[in-house]
């Protein structure tokens, strides 16, 4: 009955209040994903247009791109990362909330809709933390087949393999989603104001150019499934 009586009378006054993003938030979001395109153009894909050779790109890429989310991260003090529905690197998997993101954008993609149009921006609770979530998706180009694409350049190839053995983001064509930007931001943690920004440290990696080829791989395998986890106590 009550249901009805909200209808009846002013509809928008019955909603429940969903909270919308801040003007500002979306602002930082969008600053830190142009951020990472700008120095993309010039750093990875100009050298590509000029026909570089594609392992010393991939050097450049390996050395220096999976590092930019935490650089970005700092400057614009926001949680900065990319991510994709099949990674190459599972540091940058997805959770639930991002994977969800994209298979919507995917699907919309997929029925004509412009890339242009697919940003989204949510407030939600996350345990104690209430926080601003921003995505932005994606598309393959050329120039990224030569890493993503169905056929990967031999030298590349090896290198994929000895370095990113567990390698899900092959076989793209131009215009698929690639992946997404994404941003989290704590708004509050209990209620309260969260902590100030604190920088993300550097990891320490050791540079892709100075490493021998029986290095250990840069991205690790889970631990055997197959083992019973009781062989993993100590
Ligand atoms: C020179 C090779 C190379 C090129 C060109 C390249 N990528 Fe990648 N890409 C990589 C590597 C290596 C990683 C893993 C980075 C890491 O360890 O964080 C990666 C990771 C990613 C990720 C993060 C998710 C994941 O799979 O780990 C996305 C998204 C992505 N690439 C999209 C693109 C797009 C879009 C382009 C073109 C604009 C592109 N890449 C061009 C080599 C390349």
């Given at each position: 009955?009550?249901?009805?009586?909200?209808?009846?009378?002013?509809a928008?006054?019955?909603?429940?209040?969903?909270e919308q993003?801040?003007?500002?938030?979306i602002r930082?979001a969008?600053?830190a994903?142009?951020?990472f395109?700008?120095?993309?153009?010039?750093?990875?894909?100009?050298r590509l247009?000029?026909?570089?050779d594609?392992?010393a790109v991939w050097l450049?890429y390996?050395d220096?791109?999976?590092?930019?989310g935490?650089e970005?991260?700092?400057?614009v003090?926001v949680?900065f990362?990319?991510?994709?529905?099949?990674?190459?690197?599972?540091?940058?998997?997805p959770?639930?909330?991002?994977?969800?993101q994209?298979?919507?954008m995917?699907?919309?993609?997929?029925?004509g809709?412009?890339?242009?149009?697919?940003d989204?921006?949510e407030i939600r609770?996350?345990?104690d933390?209430e926080v601003?979530?921003?995505?932005?998706?994606?598309?393959?180009t050329e120039?990224c087949?030569?890493?993503?694409?169905?056929n990967?350049g031999?030298?590349?190839?090896?290198?994929?393999?000895?370095?990113?053995?567990?390698d899900e983001?092959?076989g793209y064509s131009?215009?698929?989603?690639?992946g997404?930007?994404?941003?989290?931001?704590?708004?509050?943690v209990?209620?309260?104001?969260?902590?100030?920004?604190?920088?993300i440290?550097a990891?320490?990696?050791a540079?892709?150019?100075?490493?021998a080829n029986d290095?250990?791989?840069l991205v690790?395998?889970?631990?055997d499934s197959?083992?019973?986890?009781?062989?993993?106590l100590?």
């Amino acid at each position: 009955m009550l249901g009805f009586a909200c209808a009846a009378l002013v509809a928008t006054a019955c909603a429940p209040l969903v909270e919308q993003p801040d003007a500002g938030s979306i602002r930082a979001a969008r600053q830190a994903a142009l951020q990472f395109d700008q120095r993309m153009a010039p750093e990875i894909i100009a050298r590509l247009q000029r026909d570089e050779d594609p392992v010393a790109v991939w050097l450049a890429y390996a050395d220096h791109v999976p590092d930019w989310g935490r650089e970005i991260s700092n400057e614009v003090e926001v949680e900065f990362s990319r991510t994709a529905l099949g990674v190459r690197n599972p540091a940058n998997a997805p959770d639930d909330w991002e994977r969800q993101q994209m298979e919507q954008m995917s699907f919309m993609l997929d029925s004509g809709l412009d890339a242009a149009t697919l940003d989204v921006a949510e407030i939600r609770y996350e345990g104690d933390e209430e926080v601003f979530r921003w995505m932005r998706p994606i598309l393959m180009t050329e120039e990224c087949l030569v890493c993503h694409g169905e056929n990967i350049g031999h030298r590349v190839k090896l290198l994929l393999g000895q370095e990113y053995p567990l390698d899900e983001a092959t076989g793209y064509s131009a215009n698929q989603l690639g992946g997404a930007y994404s941003v989290r931001q704590v708004l509050s943690v209990g209620g309260k104001p969260p902590p100030p920004w604190s920088d993300i440290p550097a990891p320490v990696v050791a540079p892709a150019d100075a490493r021998a080829n029986d290095d250990a791989p840069l991205v690790s395998s889970p631990p055997d499934s197959s083992t019973p986890a009781s062989d993993n106590l100590p």
